[in-house]
Nanobody, 119 residues
């Protein structure tokens, strides 16, 4: 397992942008890297899966506005969020897992970073 630390959250007005980063304590090359968010009163939901530059999948709600990135040499992933909406508000978590099917008990999670979008 790797330890993950997110950064880059904050308060932004609707229509603005933020970029999140997730730094891992070790190599991420063998992992599916994912961003999840937990909005107030909701379950944690998948935002993006970043396998490599040619394989990035997004939730329908963020497709076209969010851009994932991954640097295996630096062991970091990013999430550029543009045209933010109030419904994007939530805690964003970085996840490292070995399963292509989603979350498993052996996954690593970061502590999360808060994103608040004001209307």
């Amino acid at each position: 397992q790797v330890q993950l630390v997110e950064s880059g959250g904050g308060l932004v007005q609707a229509g603005g942008s933020l970029t999140l980063s997730c730094a891992a304590s070790g190599s991420i090359s063998a992992y599916y890297m994912r961003w999840y968010r937990q909005s107030p009163g909701q379950n944690r939901s998948l935002v993006a899966t970043i396998l490599n530059d040619n394989y990035i999948r997004y939730a329908a709600s963020v497709r076209g506005r969010f851009t994932g990135s991954r640097d295996n040499d630096k062991n970091v992933i990013g999430l550029r969020m543009d045209n933010l909406k109030p419904e994007d508000t939530g805690y964003y978590f970085c996840n490292a897992g070995r399963s292509p099917f989603g979350v498993s008990p052996d996954d690593s999670w970061g502590q999360g970073t808060q994103v608040t979008v004001s209307s």
